[in-house]
């Protein structure tokens, strides 16, 4: 008797554990802004993606007159969630005058249907709004193994440097992908064919990485933006902002950083704010340490000297990171017309860094 009812018990919590793990497979809802001139999807450049779980939402901001075109990627690792908040915001907010912003808020979209395992992260967190909490996805930092399985023992990537096996789920060592290759190389494929379709003439990726990872607060550049990159470093120092300068190391090969630049010819930038949940010293994991961004042992971490950033008892929290990110992207585009003039990209209702930061990311979400 005993036995079966521990036996209907295991039934029932695995019922319940297999719906919530099932659920990530939907897709978190985005309310674009009424400057939104056209919904896509990444297999409308690349139609080898149509109904696999690569595709994923491309989101087209036109403005009347002619000037800059913009790519702005969010989800490349869905681990990161102040990346892809960040491109949800914009999606939610901006209308385009002039030139043209292209969002991708999840580049991965296989990389939301699953997290880390062993890990212990939670599968979404919450951020207040006026009209009540919406949930979003905390993924994992590559393609989920049951849409791209197995791993190689060692992973050559499409411009033949070796990595981890691991790394073959990695959207940003794929680039610039294969049209007949994995799942992940397909969608690196798919935004290189967008690039040169829509004419993009600068790409943005937006990244988090744990505080003890040394390029952080950072803008990495490929050479041909590094004139770009210095001058938004100055405008943001002007307005209290840290960012560090990274060059893109020529010999790291697949990142979008590298290979926009190289393969596509056009402008790349990344940027890393810090993340504690994303890190290696953090105690336990919970939407707290993603929301907030307070942790005792980095703290104690960063009193010995061990980060490569601030870490006080007021943590860094999601808002600060979004702040962080869209004062970069601000500083960004206001140089690219310093230095383009005829490259200029006039935006309305872009999201005020300041605000965020002060009133909370949920003021500014739909």
């Known amino acids: 008797m005993k036995a079966m009812l521990f036996l209907g018990l295991t039934l029932a919590i695995s019922l319940l554990a297999s719906r919530e793990f099932l659920s990530m497979h939907r ?19 690349f139609p080898a993606l149509k109904s696999t779980p690569g595709d994923t939402p491309v989101y087209v901001y036109e403005g009347k007159e002619r000037g800059g075109h913009i790519l702005i990627l969010g989800g490349t690792h869905p681990n990161e969630p102040a990346g892809y908040i960040t491109a949800i915001l914009l999606a939610e907010n901006i209308r385009v005058a002039k030139g043209k912003i292209i969002v991708i808020p999840w580049a991965n979209a296989s990389g ?9 992260s939670p599968q979404r967190f919450d951020i207040k709004t006026i009209s009540g909490r919406r949930w979003f996805k905390l993924g994992s930092r590559v393609t989920n193994p049951v849409h791209q399985w197995p791993d190689p023992t060692i992973y050559v990537n499409p411009m033949g440097q070796k990595l981890a096996g691991v790394e073959a789920r990695n959207l940003n060592r794929a680039y610039p ?60 120092q002007a307005k209290g902002y840290e960012f560090r300068l990274e060059g893109s190391p020529p010999n790291l090969r697949g990142l979008s950083h590298r290979e926009w630049g190289d393969e596509a010819k056009i402008k790349a930038i990344l940027m890393e704010t810090p993340n504690a949940s994303h890190g290696r010293l953090k105690g336990k994991p919970s939407i707290s ?27 860094i929290p999601l808002k600060s990171r979004v702040g962080r990110h869209l004062a970069g992207l601000n500083a960004i585009l206001k140089s690219l017309t310093e230095l383009e003039p005829e490259k200029l990209v006039e935006v309305e209702n872009m999201p005020d860094a300041a605000e965020v930061q002060a009133r909370g990311i949920g003021a500014s979400l739909r």
Do not use: C, W
């Not at 939301?112 to 212990?120: M, N, R």
């Open 27 to 45: 897709p978190d809802e985005i309310f674009p802004s009424q400057g939104l001139t056209a919904s896509r999807m990444l297999s409308d450049y």
């Open 112 to 120: 939301f249907t699953h997290s880390d395992p062993q890990e212990g």
């Open 177 to 236: 992908g294969k049209a007949h290759g994995n799942l992940t190389e397909k969608v690196a494929f798919g935004i290189m064919k967008l690039i040169k379709e829509e004419a993009i003439d600068l790409g943005i990726d937006l990244h988090e990485s744990a505080p003890e990872y040394p390029v952080i607060n950072a803008i990495v550049f490929h050479e041909n933006s590094a004139d770009l990159a210095a001058l938004a470093q100055m405008e943001l």
């Open 289 to 315: 340490l993603i929301v907030d961004g307070q942790d005792k042992y980095y703290e104690r971490a960063s009193r010995l000297g061990r980060l490569f950033v601030p870490f006080g008892p007021e943590g």
